[in-house]
C-alpha cells in the first residue's frame, strides 16, 4: 500500500470512526425525507477508494490505463468489453465461470430500449478478488465455435 492510500485509508478511518455528539443530533431541525448525502470528505475517499480498485482489476486482466465506464454498466468489479471475441480472448488468458442473462438496453437518451443476451464471465482474481467481464451477445459478428461460447453451461441460452 502506498503512503497515499494509507494516509487516504486513516483520514476516511478517522471520518468514520469520530464521536457524534447525540446533543447535536437532537438541537436539529428534522430534514425532509431525502437522498442522504455523504460528508464530502467521506464521498471523496469512497471515489477514491472506487478507482484504485478500478486501476487494479483493469490491470489485473491486462487492460492497465483503461478507465472505468459508469454509463456502460461499469464498476470497479464489472469489466464490460466491446465484442464475444475480445470476452473469448480474455476468457482463455483468465478462465473463469461463463453466463449468461437476458438484459434491457437502451439507447443513452432511452429513446429505444431492446432486450439483449449478456454473456459474463466471473474469475476470481489474485489479490482483488471476484470481478465480472461481460459483453453482449452479437449474432451478425459469429462466434458460436468459440471456447467462451462453448463453455456456457446451456448453449440455447443464446439465440439462433
Same mark, same amino acid.
Request: proline content about 8%; aromatic content about 4%.
Given at each position: 500500500m502506498s503512503a497515499i492510500d494509507l494516509a487516504i485509508t486513516i483520514a476516511g478511518t478517522a %471520518? %468514520?470512526?469520530a464521536p457524534i455528539d447525540p446533543?447535536? @443530533?437532537r438541537d436539529t431541525e428534522p430534514t425532509p425525507a431525502a437522498t442522504p448525502t455523504l460528508p464530502a470528505c467521506t464521498a471523496l475517499l469512497l471515489a477514491h477508494a472506487d478507482s484504485t480498485l478500478a486501476a487494479r482489476v483493469r490491470a489485473a486482466l491486462g487492460m492497465p490505463g483503461r478507465q472505468m465506464r459508469e454509463?456502460? !454498466?461499469? &464498476?470497479?468489479r464489472r469489466v464490460s468489453?466491446?465484442?464475444q471475441y475480445e470476452l473469448n480472448a480474455l476468457y482463455e488468458r483468465v478462465d473463469g465461470t461463463v &453466463? &449468461?442473462?437476458t438484459v434491457q438496453r437502451s439507447t443513452h437518451g432511452g429513446e429505444s430500449t431492446w432486450e439483449a443476451t449478456e454473456i459474463t464471465v466471473s474469475v476470481d @482474481?489474485? !489479490?482483488v478478488g471476484a470481478v465480472e467481464i461481460f459483453t453482449d451477445w452479437d449474432e451478425a459478428t459469429g462466434g458460436r465455435d468459440l471456447p467462451l461460447m462453448q463453455a456456457i453451461p446451456d448453449a440455447t441460452?443464446?439465440?439462433a
Open positions: %471520518v %468514520v470512526l446533543q447535536a @443530533l454509463d456502460e !454498466g461499469e &464498476t470497479a468489453m466491446w465484442s &453466463t &449468461t442473462r @482474481l489474485p !489479490g441460452l443464446i439465440p
